[in-house]
């Protein structure tokens, strides 16, 4: 079984997460590199990489879970697709940092019962109450694999980008080393304002 030795932690983890490919991919916001990581169990993540980042300290960092609505149909029912496209912005305009893409679509139950509680919601449940109705808990994803990433690169330390304190938490019970919290406040429209008032009053998210 490989090991990595977390250079922000004096503890040996089993690896969950393993580097599998990479490529270069030039976007709208500059010449990212992509890095693809495999779980034991098959599930694939995404790391885009921009600039040095190995064995740096607060290494701007985002922590995206996957939304296929979001990011790629543009839902105007969340903001996730604007907080991606933000996160790359900054990146670009410091010159370095990391998006760690994960695929816990739907806050971790999947890509269909997410279709099944937005069911729910159009229906007057708010999205807590819609993933619990289905027998989910109000957010389900887990941030272990992101220190196996991590340690891919050598990175010490990390300033997150999100508004949800659980997800720092997260990421320091994962042994992983977070510097600072960065807010990102982008994407509310008329649709997804009953939503991020949700998430702020229930799932504790941050102004």
Do not use: W
Not at 46 to 52: N, P
């Amino acid at each position: 079984i490989r090991r990595y030795n977390l250079s922000f932690s004096n503890i040996n983890l089993m690896t969950r997460c393993k580097f599998a490919a990479k490529s270069k991919l030039p976007i709208e916001f500059g010449d990212f590199e992509i890095c693809a990581f495999e779980e034991d169990s098959g599930k694939e993540h995404i790391a885009l990489v921009l600039g040095k980042i190995e064995n740096q300290e607060n290494v701007l960092c985002r922590v995206h879970s996957e939304c296929l609505t979001g990011d790629t149909f543009f839902s105007k029912k969340c903001d996730c697709g604007h907080q991606l496209r933000r996160s790359m912005e900054l990146i670009s305009e410091k010159g370095s940092g990391i998006i760690l893409y994960l695929r816990q679509e739907g806050r971790g139950i999947g890509l269909v019962n997410k279709i099944k509680a937005y069911s729910l919601q159009d229906e007057g449940y708010d999205t807590v109450e819609a993933n619990e109705m289905l027998g989910f808990n109000a957010d389900e994803r887990s941030y272990e694999i992101c220190s196996d990433m991590l340690s891919h690169f050598s990175v010490k330390s990390v300033n997150v980008l999100t508004n949800n304190p659980s997800k720092v938490k997260g990421l320091e019970e994962s042994n992983i080393s977070v510097s600072k919290r960065i807010p990102l406040h982008v994407g509310k429209n008329e649709v997804n304002s009953a939503y991020l008032k949700t998430k702020k009053d229930k799932l504790g998210h941050l102004d």
